[in-house]
């Protein structure tokens, strides 16, 4: 009796284990017929960059949900995914979303609110992007925002996403989290990977083919169960970057080694506008280097994640030379303007 037991245990673990396989595969499969993506963030003239969207050869589009902005919640998004997709529904249509900063133009965001009220929105943006708080993530009023019966994850899956796109998953990495994460007694990094899960968890539930991609904190993919929940990484500004608030729009360019960071040589190559933002943030990616980058990324792609890269140039040199670069690794690019707010031809 016993061995019959233990025997249909184990037929039960290896039939969820093969379900769990299946999807992931299934979700692999999605993602590997994307050749050419878009990325759009802008609130205003949606309607006709929508039209050309849906007219393009594009297989994905990552776009702003629009009703999550305070102004727009009676925005008829469901519309908006039904044109995206096409009448074959071929196109994949996925939710930008914000999971490591609080935003103020959103409909979640209550008057008086400011840095320490709620106590979980922790700093300024560090980039110097307007608007953009930093936020202590695991604590549990901004995990209701988004997990809760009407939140944001129930909201898109209703509308009929395929998918999210998770921007500032490197939150953890941010100095003011990290306090704010010391003061709480825990790890940030292990925070986030359980954010993202949690999140991958509720929506997928009921549809286990929903993709979830990150954007940027490709080391977060030397994470077992990390590179578990996820489906891709997207990782901007690995050879050209802009400033916050569009202000330059791009055109800056990384060190490309790690060597060149900080160097003479690098500091004389960058235009007026880029050495200004260099020298006011610090902790801008104009210190990092491509190098850096593709460390990670190259490891992630091995394990079985899809790569995407958005960079940020306007100059047809730069543009040529990031989609060569980054079709050379497998990755499959993307180049905009910093505001992503407007149309750009399928390459």
Known sequence: MKALRIAICFMLIMSVSGAHADERQLRHEKLGHVSHWFYFLDFDNVWPVVNKIAGSSYDMVVIEPVFTERENTSFKVAEMVRRLKGAQGRRLVIAYIDIGEAEEWRSYWKRGWRIGNPDWIVADDPDGWEGNYPVAFWREGWRRIWLGEKGYIQALKKAGFDGIYLDWVEAYSDENVISAARRDKVDPRREMIRWVRDLAAAARRGDPGFLVIAQNAAELADDPEYVKTIDAIAQEQV?????????????????????????????????RQCRRQHDRYPESTLHMSSESYISSLVPAQQKGLHIFTVDYALKKKNIEEIYRRSRNLGFVPFVSGRALAKYRPVR
């Open 239 to 271: 050879w050209f970057d802009g400033g916050a608030d569009n202000k330059p729009a791009g055109d800056c360019p990384l060190p490309q080694f790690e060597a060149d960071i900080e160097s003479a040589k690098y500091l004389r190559s960058l235009p």
